[in-house]
């Protein structure tokens, strides 16, 4: 069996192995946490077990849904905010044409996003966009309540029973949130949407595995049975501690570098396709390690773009960071550099390559540079950009990343600094129930 594999040698120069190895009792017993829900966080470790327990009739049901979706609509809009958009994102871009876009392909819809801000321009454009058009609703909340998923669904609901009329609108609507309660479970319940649950405890950032990812990836047209069955081999390969535990060595390995005063960790990729996994990787880690005034901080950078923009400071900056750096084996593609008789460019003696040959030059290349300026990275290989690898890596940074939390001492499972600018913008916008807040900040502001 082809799986993803973790290389860490590029680290040994910063720290060695016996400083890995010595993390090895905490790494342990934060497994053993994880397994027997005794740590803090506990009640929200739905995502262990979850690609395993996830039923096959689910995974129908959702594509049957998605197929629905794709025949009857030529845009779908997935509304939702952080963890209830950037898996889904994250992987529907990993496997898509890039320019998917501009093709207007007649027999798949274009999976677009709103809720994940508040910009006035992005949401006109997009109900500028989407007049005239055919368009479906999945809306992911467990609240109904969040304010950018809301007021963007407020605006969508309003627009889709305008054009289809208010049956064919419920009809294209999907609501994924609360089992029984929650101001969308009500809506739902009343407009008669297809419904499926957020479970209590699965956070939004661990839901991608859940309706909330496994929807929209597959009204974009793939195969979520791969890509829970890839997340099904990593939770096997990661359930008990051990010197074959690759969460388990990544979760040490970025402590020990932490403990030896790196203090940013950075998600390399050299694909452009994983962009927007690197966003979902750095809410995860940001979100779940950023507590009690500790946590490395996550970054991500696109290869070799970015060399051109970050390399300098990277290179020759503050030795305060590390890398991890995606690299994935196969393209789907081959590109071969042709011959130019001029060759005013010079690029003659590379002709009769593969690009790809290049780029994991680039990268080797990269990786070495970077070790020789302090720079210690670790290597995360991927067989190809296919459901059954990217379901095998969202697993591996997942359970390493509840692994990682413990061994830094923090719960990896909240998320209680999010609520403080809500509070801050509630009480601005004189939200009722804030008003001593609103008087309070109105004071603060004079």
Known sequence: MKSIKLDISNVLGTVNEAEIQALEPEAAAGIDKINNASGEGSDFLGWLDLPSRTPASLLDDIQATAELLRKECEVVVAIGIGGSYLGAKAVIEALSDSFAPYRHAADSPAVLFAGQNIGEDYLYELQDFLKNKKF??????KSGTT??????FRLLKEQLERQAGKAAAARLTVAITDAKRGALRTLATEEGYK???IEDN???RFSVLTPVGL???AVAGYDIKALVAGAVEMENATRNAGAGNMSQLYAQTRNALYRAGKKTEILVNYNPKLHFFGEWWKQLYGESEGKDNKGIFPAAVDNSTDLHSMGQWIQEGERTIFETVISVEETQH??????????LDGLNFIAGTNVDHVNKMAELGTRIAH?????PNMRITVPALKEQYLGQLIYFFEKACGISGYILGVNPFNQPGVEAYKRNMFALLEKP??????????????
Do not use: C, F, H, W
Not at 433 to 441: D, F, M, P, V
């Open 215 to 217: 929807l929209p990836i």
């Open 202 to 204: 699965v956070g939004g």
């Open 433 to 446: 129930g804030y008003e001593k807040e609103t008087e309070a900040i109105k004071a603060r502001l004079g």
């Open 136 to 141: 479906g609703i999945i809306v992911i909340s």
């Open 147 to 152: 304010t950018e998923p809301a007021i963007a």
């Open 334 to 343: 081959k590109v071969v550099i042709p011959t130019d008789d001029a060759n």
């Open 371 to 375: 070790v020789d300026g302090g720079v």
């Open 195 to 197: 419904t499926y649950v």
